[in-house]
């Protein structure tokens, strides 16, 4: 089809749009809310928030999670904080300054207009969650504290501790809550999205399955939105939680929501090395802990001393020497691939050589042990339970892993996917972050998303539909969906091989974050993508699931994820090995400048590319959203 | 208790689809009279237990102090008796305040009781299941482990105590009754020269301590005493209340055995 | 890395909720001690897979300690022997070579059992949807700044909301309470100026919902020492004494209305 995208971008100048849209927009009267029927899937901070929201409105909302309760989701294992443009630290922050980092951030990928909103309502959220009660950190006179973070020279960080995202969810989770026990919200907790119902090009619904029964039921409504968090578990390795997904966001791929940027997945330099084969998962360690923390690694390849009998002559604190005026607060992509440059040649230090140092002692003796206990010590804490070392007396071991997509469902300025009627919020959708998320900004993007931004967009599409039937769950199209679901289920029952999900889904891993992972080469990237059509037919053909279909069967439900992850997989292969340029996160080794710094290719990759489902995510039709930069300057990223 | 999870059968599968989550906060409380409406929680059940607690404590400290005239002699001893008796005297008739007090302290005594039976019971349906492996306690210690039976042999010792030397139904050596009414030097020592008695009577004193101890430190937490300040020092009031009532009351068998204090 | 060996699991399994459950004893040959314990019991479903037999349920998710959705009753012990220490988070170097381990699911009866190791703690989201919010509709909030919190208050309230919500306390509760998960809630928001208005609605409305629900505090302090996140007892505490303030204040001020 290879159609040109329209993003619906509201007229006026950059900073006017959003209230130009919002001027426009159409509204439903708040007697008429409670004829519409919105389901929201997830129960992260994008969709907790926007759950809450459109209850508090008056709308009938239908919430799902896979998780027992809504306070879960992986939204909770942000540490660092969130961004927001309010300038308390008066030290030169912006909205404009907030957009163009987003921007420059994101190496000129994202869409000007969705991100100047965001640093918009960045402010908003704030003022909301310290309303509900999260417990920021304060100065002592009572006011907002603030840190930095990677990619700003400003303070304009929010923080709760370690624990920023757990107080952010727990404080939607609340939100949610109260409207669940007045009955504004119906929650489906431990129930999965199995399929979209697209009835007449919209989406009427959706088919879950009841993880504690089996049972798969049909769900209509006037508008549905996916809050289903990213893929990063497609590495098997990543610091996701071990139950993130694809399925909701790939389920709508294939009934014809175009699916944008695959390939751009970001991996976090700060995270605990792998210490044996049978891992099952990383742990991230806040990107805050650079604030403080001087990265460093033998100057002496095959430095086997421990880190204290090192003299300072001999290390290399090579962020700070690389790039002096952002130094260890240098991006997530830049610092990684730096971290695993020095790695490759044997610069890495811990017994599988495979980390470098995060070394608090210079912090320590500049701020007092007190200081960095209080600002880090559960960090610490929790480094120190899976590593098995204290961190106060030897430097912490690091190594970049997986961690976010940037990549996601397209979705328009009023985060609309391509079948009407169905939203996505959060890191489901592909919207704002361009090649590469800069901290703490991903909280940023959920919270707005779900408070501010889709309860004014989804009344816009409602308005019209008021007082018109929509199709019921009796409707042959839920029909034949839910047939297809019980079949899919049934079928990874009934393959009978030898191989659990779990071993397919380690195969899968290893290939994507060999080929696909920090750096990416064409003969990697094609080697991947036939290595991959292989090892899923073997996954057809040699699967092995144990138990039944009608009790909780954790292997069950791991089988029909990894089966998604495989076809998400090839896609991003082949969105990698399309995008012949390096930009953001996605580094292709053969488009770099004589320093080794990503090199973008803007004459002919400045766009999203979206793919549309064909039945095969080899052959995904090629789409393209052309982006245009009116405010911020297309320059190369220098963070020197 | 109220079952709040959806109702699964026996092979695992629903009867009807789980039912979705909603409405849970709007179900509107029997209304009930105002001490009615706290006792009927499990909160208001330990503020019970508490403010009895506090009654009774008063009560054996009190008992101990008072009977320290033992080692006074037998004429200090009946005389704080006899004291008891006119207490108030004569703004109120002879016994009456010390009526009061009894029949206050039994108020108490029964409030404590039934607060405990009720809370015993809500707990042990709150787990009818018990956990089929040994439990590795990490703080719960024997006293708070203990307080329902160390607090049931304690009332029982109670009546017998009573039957022993209020009654005197059970002072007695062999088959005589030894009970002489108002000699009460004379019946205390006559009843713990019986060394089982006083074994009896030097083992549930212990007991009473280990169900103050726990007890007493219980009544802060329980009722909401809590500052920073003062957290630490509230284990150090519960230990030393402890041991000045144990003592002071084991004190009374052996001293008796020992001869010191004799007819 | 060093490796641990033969290492006996006796490990609670259970069709459903309303069937027997019994102990299966598996040995486990070789793990590393590098491993956390959720990683030894992938290896060993791994294992039972290969046997061609269903994979031991247990909930777990995001495996660093925060989402509170792991559970375990290790050897007696809610999260094993390890203090502060979710199962997620426990390893396997805390246990040697040759070591029987125990493996229950919670028990109480506001967490029914679900399959195996699996409970349902849906018992706490009702707690939470009774009163354990701040009522503020998006979009009405004044500047962040403009309600100052003293830090000592914020650092309070912040170490009440650090639980996760796993139902440790519950579970190591010889009385199966709730009254530190539900202290916790009021606690953190009851200390802060924005939790002031409804600070007294709030304490009724949670303390009758775990009323309804759980068994009662009688002050053992297990709850306390289970919990990954070390809440301080005081948190019950401030817990009573809201709720006592809170029958009389509310009272006057219904009676007012």
């Known amino acids: ?490 079928g990874y029952l009934n393959v009978g091989g030898t191989r659990s999900p779990d071993w397919f889904h380690r195969e899968l891993g290893k290939i994507i974050w060999d080929y696909c992972g920090m750096e990416r080469t064409q003969q990697g990237l094609e080697k991947a993508l036939s290595e991959l059509p292989a090892l899923y037919s073997e996954f057809k053909k040699d699967l092995r699931v144990t138990g039944n279909g009608e009790s909780v069967n954790q292997t069950l439900e791991k089988a029909g994820r990894v089966d998604d992850f495989f076809q998400l997989g090839m896609l991003m292969c082949r969105d990698a090995l399309d995008r012949e340029e390096s930009c953001g996160a996605h580094f292709r080794s053969e488009y770099q400048t004589a320093e080794g710094e990503a090199l973008r290719d803007d004459k002919n990759y400045c766009h999203v590319s979206a793919y549309d489902w064909t039945g095969d995510p080899m052959a995904a039709d090629l789409n393209k959203e052309k982006l245009e930069f009116e405010t911020a300057h297309l320059a190369t990223r220098s963070y020197k | 208790m109220a079952k709040t999870q959806q109702t699964l059968t026996k092979a695992g599968k629903s009867l009807a689809p789980r039912q979705p989550v909603t409405g849970t906060a709007l179900s509107v409380r029997k209304k009930r009279s105002f001490i009615a409406d706290i006792y009927s929680t499990a909160i208001g059940k330990k503020y019970a237990m508490a403010i009895s607690g506090i009654a009774l404590m008063g009560f054996v400290l009190f008992h101990m102090i008072g009977n320290l005239k033992m080692y006074l002699g037998a004429a200090e001893l009946d005389h704080y008796a006899e004291f008891l008796k006119e207490l108030l005297y004569p703004l109120a008739p002879k016994g009456a305040v010390l009526w009061i007090l009894r029949g206050g302290l039994l108020a108490m005594l029964a409030l404590h009781l039934h607060a405990a039976w009720s809370l015993t019971i809500l707990n042990h349906q709150a787990r009818p299941v018990k956990y089929q492996s040994p439990r590795d306690y990490e703080v719960a210690n024997f006293a708070s482990r203990t307080m329902r039976y160390s607090g049931m042999i304690v009332l029982s010792f109670l009546i017998w105590h009573l039957l022993d030397l209020t009654f005197g139904v059970v002072n007695t050596v062999g088959t005589d009754n030894t009970f002489v009414k108002g000699e009460v030097y004379a019946n205390v020592v006559r009843s713990l020269d019986r060394w089982p008695v006083a074994v009896f009577y030097i083992l549930a004193n212990l007991l009473l301590g280990i169900h103050l101890r726990h007890g007493a430190w219980s009544i802060f937490q329980s009722l909401g005493w809590n500052n920073p300040r003062f957290n630490s020092w509230r284990w150090s009031f519960a230990t030393v209340f402890a041991l000045v009532v144990v003592i002071g009351n084991i004190s009374f068998p052996i001293a008796v055995l020992a001869g010191i204090v004799k007819l | 890395m060093k490796h641990l060996t033969n290492l006996k699991l006796k490990v609670w399994r259970q069709d459903g909720p309303d069937t027997v459950g019994k102990f299966e004893t598996h040995v486990v040959e070789s793990v590393s001690d590098e491993a956390s314990f959720l990683e030894m019991l992938d290896q060993l479903n791994e294992k039972l897979i290969g046997e061609n037999k269903d994979a031991i349920v247990f909930d777990h998710d995001c495996r660093e300690g925060i989402c509170g959705t792991c559970s375990l009753m290790i050897n007696g012990r809610a999260h094993g022997p390890q203090r502060a220490t979710t199962t997620c988070q426990l390893h396997m170097r805390t246990f040697s070579s040759g070591d029987e381990i125990v493996i229950e699911p919670w028990r109480a009866a506001a967490f029914p059992i679900i399959k195996d190791l699996m409970v349902d703690r849906a018992s706490f989201d009702r707690i939470i949807e009774s009163g354990g919010f701040i009522t503020s509709p998006t979009g009405g909030a004044p500047d962040a700044n403009l309600i100052p919190v003293p830090k000592p208050v914020s650092d309070a309230a912040m170490d009440s909301a650090a639980c996760i919500g796993c139902g440790a306390c519950v579970a190591a509760c010889p009385n199966g309470a709730a009254n530190l998960f539900t202290g916790a809630k009021i606690a953190h928001l009851s200390v802060l100026p924005q939790g002031q208005a409804e600070r007294f609605k709030r304490a009724e409305a949670m303390v009758n919902s775990m009323d309804d629900q759980f068994g009662s505090c009688t002050n053992h302090g297990e709850c306390s020492a289970a919990c990954p996140k070390e809440i301080s007892l005081d948190v019950i505490a401030l817990m009573n004494s809201d709720f006592r303030k809170s029958k009389s204040k509310n009272r006057k001020q219904l009676s007012r209305g």
């Not at chain 1, 330099?269 to 990383?282: A, F, M, R, Y």
């Not at chain 1, 610490?380 to 899976?386: A, G, L, P, S």
């Not at chain 1, 961190?391 to 997509?405: E, F, K």
Request: proline share 4%; glycine share 10%; charged share 20%.
């Open chain 1, 1 to 490: 089809m290879n159609t040109l995208l329209n993003a619906k971008i509201p007229s006026g100048a950059l900073h006017e749009k959003w209230d130009n849209y919002k001027a426009d927009a159409k509204l439903v009267n708040p007697n008429n809310k409670r004829k519409f029927k919105v389901i929201v899937v997830g129960t992260g901070l994008a969709g907790a928030s926007a759950a809450a929201t459109l209850a508090e409105l008056g709308y009938q909302v239908d919430a799902f999670t896979f998780h027992d309760s809504a306070r879960r989701a992986h939204s909770i294992a942000a540490q660092g904080g969130i961004n927001a443009a309010k300038n308390y630290q008066g030290d030169g922050d912006s909205i404009n300054r907030l957009f163009v980092d987003t921007i420059k951030g994101g190496d000129f990928r994202s869409r000007e207009g969705n991100v100047h909103r965001l640093a918009q309502v960045s402010v908003d959220i704030i003022d909301q969650m310290v309303a509900q009660g999260v417990p920021f950190a304060r100065e002592y006179g009572g006011t907002l504290d603030n840190r930095s973070f990677g990619g700003a020279q400003v303070s304009r960080t929010f923080y709760a501790r370690g624990q920023t995202g757990q107080q952010l969810l727990l404080g939607a989770y609340q939100q949610l809550s109260r409207q669940v026990g007045l009955g504004g919200v119906r929650l489906f907790n431990r129930t999965e999205l199995v399929d979209v119902v697209v009835v007449d090009g919209r989406c009427s619904g959706i088919v879950v399955r009841d993880l504690l029964t089996g049972e798969i039921t049909s769900h209509a409504a006037h508008a549905v939105v996916m809050a289903t968090g990213g893929y990063g578990n497609v590495f098997y390795l990543s610091t996701n939680a071990m139950n993130c997904n694809v399925t909701a966001s790939w389920r709508a791929h294939r009934r014809g929501a175009m699916f944008a940027n695959p390939c751009y997945t970001q991996i976090h330099p700060t995270c605990i090395p792998q210490s044996d084969e049978s891992q099952s998962k990383l742990t991230l360690m806040s990107e805050s802990l650079r604030n403080d923390g001087r990265i460093w690694v033998p100057k002496n390849a095959d430095d086997a001393r421990p880190a204290d009998q090192i003299p300072e002559s001999e290390r290399d604190y090579y962020l700070e020497r690389l790039y002096p005026s952002y130094g260890n607060l240098a991006p997530r992509d830049i610092s990684s691939r730096a971290a695993k440059r020095l790695v490759d040649k044997g610069h890495g230090v811990g017994p599988l050589k495979n980390g470098v140092n995060l070394d608090f002692s210079a912090a320590i003796e500049r701020l007092g042990l007190d200081v960095v206990q209080e600002r880090y010590g559960n960090l610490f804490q929790m480094y120190e339970r899976i590593a098995g070392e204290d961190p106060y007396s030897t430097p912490m071991r690091i190594y970049p892993a997986t961690h976010y997509t940037m990549g996601g469902l397209w979705v328009d300025y009023e985060l609309a996917t391509t079948i009407p009627g169905l939203y996505a919020a959060g890191e489901a959708n592909f919207s704002d972050h361009g090649a590469n998320r800069l901290g703490a900004s991903a909280l940023m993007q959920g919270l707005a998303d779900g408070y501010f931004v889709l309860p004014y967009t989804i009344s816009n599409e409602l308005a019209p539909m008021l007082n018109k039937p929509i199709p019921t769950t009796d409707h042959p199209a839920f029909v034949q969906a839910e047939t297809e679901a019980r079949d899919r289920f049934n």
